[in-house]
């Protein structure tokens, strides 16, 4: 049974664990690591309730520096080990920690599973589209030639957006945000702890032994504010370092076209307006391809449908409005007979 | 009470022991149904009774077809039987494929019921006759019934207004009214079988209630039959008894060992013949605190079974062979984050995807010794099919109690075969012993128990015991990542010690039937018990110096073992595969171990088991 104690406000110092943290220096992971430290406190949830579950790969060593209960499980896996975890006890917070390889490639089954079924679960994607604890074969996501350890001659594979993989799987909440992205991350964070039902964040990690700078012209604070589209629900679509640049539906094409000079805060009326609950919205913002189109960061989906753990509720119910009885009952159901003392 | 059509017969009644019957015919012609029923009233009569099903894996194979033959076979006795037996007193042959398929296990002189509607020329054809069996003299051997059992179905139905086509399916409990009357049976639990499962739908309700008491009467009233065969109730402890099948049995063994466990059972499985009963059957029972998930594939059934495990359920997942190669990796993390967990697999014929629907013990070493890395599970095996429970039972205690997966190999014989089984008293199981977490300021994740080994069963929710664990080498003391050599040594060799401390939590093994020493040992496992046992008592009853061993526990095997076999001057294990037992009690015990085998997808019967133990036992004097 799970005890509620009233405890004092739990701070980010509480959810450190006293493990060393093996990633490399200057990985991007230590940035993940630190806006997540920072979320849970807020999120007033006992520190035993929460689970970090994970796969295998850098990122999946992630539950071992939070000082909660943790299962570092197998290859691609942790979706299944999650939904056993929910099924036990659906009280608990539970998040997982995957990579672009585990996720979408060794564990790409599990988590289209999971999408579907809106397991209340919170999933971080860490994309640096490179395997790097198996140092440097091209990963789901490597881009279409890759040059890798395992790819001499470029890869032949091309890539899977995580983006739109969770959007075809029916993902209730698909945010995308990045390593060294600070507030944005702590806020992404904060949107996905709660929502209810499977809370998808890509978060764009650079791995600068493997696959230094992926993301450089994103990140980069040169180049960050023409090349990001920071998504706000119930705003317009703009970007720019002047915020002069926008997007608006193009009826002819049945997309999204660029629109230059849209004035201070993108004032023209003509822009498209972020609305978190369209699907169809998602999908175009989706499918924008950089370099050509900005990338969007923030929360391009979020609806609430009921949750896996709803539905067994409902189960629970239905269970208990056609019980037959105990376990003594059951074991003898079906046609029975007496056989008397002799 | 008797049923009107259940008229007083006038033929002479003979009184025999038991009576073994196969009904076969094509996969659609409800040849299980039949045999079911039939198995269900003769235990509810007081007999004991032992089942083989037979089914092709087609759902509904080509009409006619050689491999579209479905059988079920059936011992009943008045005194204990153990086989569905070797050769057939009686053959219910629903067409000419099963004629042609099922007719060389018929004794000579044996009762051939054949419908002679079924055997046109172009069913001949298919079934590979080149003359009509029933004029070419090729049955003069056997006692032959004859009879037009499609047209005499029709013809009693046709009033129901049911078509040609429905009128035809009644065929099969017209069968089985006209076999009841062989073995003057009562109609009443048949009838009231029937008006239940086609309460929806009254014709057929009707349609195959008039088949049935056609079939009787006709029975009663043919001159093919010229006596009535009875047969007395086999005695019994008193009790309440009902007819169960394994993987029934199974299921409720998990849930009585999770309900008396007072933890929830949280299975894991896909679908896989012959298993999917295990998670149909779980799938009823929510109200007793059962979450029965249909994975996306075999490995995150195992996964979603661990990670409930993790978090204070009973986990459990149920597969058969190709499932089970699925599985291993999530299995070897249960070893290394030692978490209880049971596996079930119910065994088929392999390689692959093999024989889906017929029995084979050649799973043994993959419960054994399939994982990556040096790790060892408790692998348990029921014997019948209603022992399943108590083994299913035990298997989440040893899980608990141990802290460690557990692996049940049934095989698709147990699972589909039944028996009349005394119902236990909840009341009396066994308890469990499960061990308090320690005070939070002492606890690690691998802090053990001094006797067992096991480690705390810490889950998440409970304040002050928050921990990591994982798929990676632990530190003996803290829990913590270690890649220490030696830690890792001292690590491999206290997981292994864990299991084998296990054999102190299971009973000693004991002879089961026959000699407890002399000249030859029968050791077996699994589904072979019956025949085995059937063989050694025949033979010890005529003088032969041999004992019969049967294993519930195959890792680790029980105390007492080598005790037991030295026993005796020579040792034969008789197993469905190609001698993996006996590999493995050689490796274990450096003895020169005989080995008989069948990897057929047949059990091994009772008549060619013996031979061969007469033969060691000559060699060996």
């Known amino acids: ?342 | 009470m008797q049923n009107e059509s259940e008229v007083p017969s006038n033929k002479p009644e003979i009184v025999v022991n038991g009576a073994v019957i196969r009904f076969a015919g094509d996969s659609g012609d409800g040849v299980q149904l039949t045999g079911q029923r039939f198995t269900s009233a003769v235990a509810l009569a007081g007999n004991d009774v032992a089942t083989l099903p037979d089914f092709p894996s087609e759902i509904r194979a080509p009409a006619g077809t050689l491999y579209g033959v479905s059988g079920y076979q059936l011992q009943f006795a008045s005194k204990d039987v153990f086989t569905p037996g070797d050769s057939l007193d009686v053959l219910v042959a629903l067409n000419a494929a099963a004629l042609q398929t099922n007719l060389s296990d018929l004794k000579p002189g044996g009762l051939l019921v054949v419908d002679s509607g079924a055997l046109g020329a172009a069913q001949l054809k298919k079934a590979g006759y080149a003359t009509n069996p029933l004029e070419d003299g090729s049955l003069s051997g056997y006692q032959v019934a004859a009879i037009d059992i499609s047209t005499l179905t029709r013809k009693a139905v046709t009033p129901v207004g049911l078509s040609t086509k429905e009128a035809g399916r009644c065929k099969n409990f017209w069968t089985l009214g006209l076999i009841f009357s062989i073995y003057d049976r009562s109609l009443d639990t048949t009838l009231s079988f029937i008006a239940e499962q086609f309460k929806k739908k009254p014709q057929f309700a009707e349609g195959n209630s008039i088949a049935l008491k056609a079939g009787y009467a006709f029975g009663t009233a043919s001159e093919l039959f010229h006596q009535r065969y009875r047969i007395a109730a086999a005695p019994r402890n008193p009790g309440l008894y009902r007819n169960i099948d394994g993987n029934t049995a199974l299921s409720y063994g998990l849930i009585a060992g999770s309900v008396c466990a007072g933890r929830h059972l949280v299975l894991g499985a896909y679908p896989i013949t012959p298993a999917s009963a295990i998670l149909q059957e779980l799938s009823k029972h929510r109200h007793l605190g059962v979450t029965a998930i249909q994975a996306e594939d075999e490995i995150a059934a195992a996964c979603l079974a661990l990670g409930a495990a993790y978090a204070g359920a009973v986990g459990i997942c149920c597969t058969s062979g190709p499932g089970m190669a699925l599985k291993t990796e999530a299995i070897g993390l249960a070893v290394a984050t030692e978490l209880p967990m049971v596996i079930v697999d119910v065994q088929r014929a392999g390689p692959s995807t093999g024989l889906p629907t017929k029995p084979e013990q050649s799973d043994l070493y993959l419960a054994v010794h399939g994982r990556n890395g040096e790790a060892p599970v408790c692998v348990l095996a029921p014997a019948t099919p209603a022992e399943c429970f108590t083994v299913a039972y035990d298997a989440v205690r040893i899980a608990i109690r141990h802290m460690t997966p557990v692996i049940i190999l049934s095989d698709a014989y147990l699972a589909h075969g039944a028996e009349p089984w005394l119902v236990p008293d909840v009341d009396q199981l066994p308890k469990f012993e499960q061990t308090a977490l320690p005070p939070t300021e002492l606890f690690t994740p691998m802090l053990r128990n001094d006797v067992t080994l096991a480690r705390p069963w810490a889950s998440p929710g409970t304040p002050g015991y928050e921990h990591r664990i994982g798929g990676l080498e632990k530190d003996y003391d803290t829990g913590q990542i270690s890649v220490d050599p030696l830690n890792h040594e001292r690590m491999v060799r206290t997981r292994a010690e864990k299991v084998a401390r296990i054999a102190d939590d299971m009973p000693e093994c004991r002879i089961e039937v026959g000699a407890s020493q002399g000249k030859l040992l029968v050791i077996g496992w699994g589904s072979t018990y019956g025949s085995i046992r059937e063989a050694v008592a025949q033979l010890h009853a005529k003088g032969v110096s041999v004992g019969h061993l049967h294993l519930r526990g195959l890792c680790p095997f029980p105390r007492g073992l080598e005790a037991v076999m030295s026993a005796f001057g020579k040792i034969l294990v008789a197993e469905l595969n190609s001698g993996q037992l006996a590999q493995l009690l050689r490796a274990k015990f450096c003895l020169d171990i005989k080995s008989f085998t069948k990897i057929q997808g047949k059990p091994i019967r009772t008549d060619e088991l013996m031979d061969r133990i007469l033969k060691e036992s000559e060699d060996y004097s």
């Open chain 1, 1 to 342: 049974m799970t005890m509620v104690v009233e405890t004092a406000r739990l701070t980010q110092k509480d959810f450190a664990s006293s493990d060393d943290v093996r990633w490399c220096p200057g990985c991007g992971d230590y940035g993940i690591l630190s806006s997540v430290l920072k979320v849970l406190p807020e999120l007033e949830i006992p520190k035993e309730n929460f689970v970090w579950v994970s796969g295998i790969g850098c990122s999946s060593r992630f539950p071992y520096y939070v000082d909660t209960y943790g299962f570092h499980s197998i290859h691609g896996r942790a979706p299944a080990v999650a939904l056993g975890v929910k099924a036990a006890n659906p009280k608990l917070s539970v998040w997982l920690v995957t990579g672009d390889g585990d996720g979408l490639s060794i564990g790409g089954n599990h988590l289209m599973h999971c999408f579907r079924r809106n397991l209340d679960v919170k999933v971080l994607l860490f994309n640096n589209r490179i395997y790097g604890l198996t140092k440097g074969q091209y990963s789901p996501t490597s881009e279409l030639g890759k040059q890798t350890h395992s790819s001499p001659f470029g890869s032949a594979d091309r890539p899977v957006d995580p983006i739109r993989f969770a959007l075809g799987c029916g993902a209730t909440f698909v945010a995308r945000s990045y390593d060294t992205a600070g507030a944005h991350l702590v806020d992404v964070l904060r949107r996905a702890a709660r929502h209810r039902g499977t809370a998808f964040v890509e978060i764009l990690q650079n791995c600068h032994v493997f696959n230094d700078a992926a993301f450089e012209q994103i990140t980069n604070k040169a180049s960050a504010s023409a090349n990001q589209l920071r998504l706000e629900n119930g705003k317009p679509l703009v970007y720019g370092e002047a915020k002069d640049k926008g997007l608006a539906l193009d009826p002819a094409t049945l997309s999204l076209a660029k629109v230059e000079n849209v004035g201070s805060n993108g004032s023209s009326k003509s822009l498209m307006v972020h609305d978190e609950s369209s699907p169809i919205l998602a999908q175009f913002l989706a499918s924008l391809s950089f370099p050509e189109y900005p990338v969007p960061l923030g929360v391009l989906y979020a609806n609430s449908l009921p949750t896996y753990e709803d539905q067994l509720h409902h189960l629970d119910i239905q269970a208990k409005e056609t019980a037959r009885g105990g376990l003594q009952a059951l074991l003898k159901s079906g046609q029975v007979w007496q056989v008397p003392a002799a």
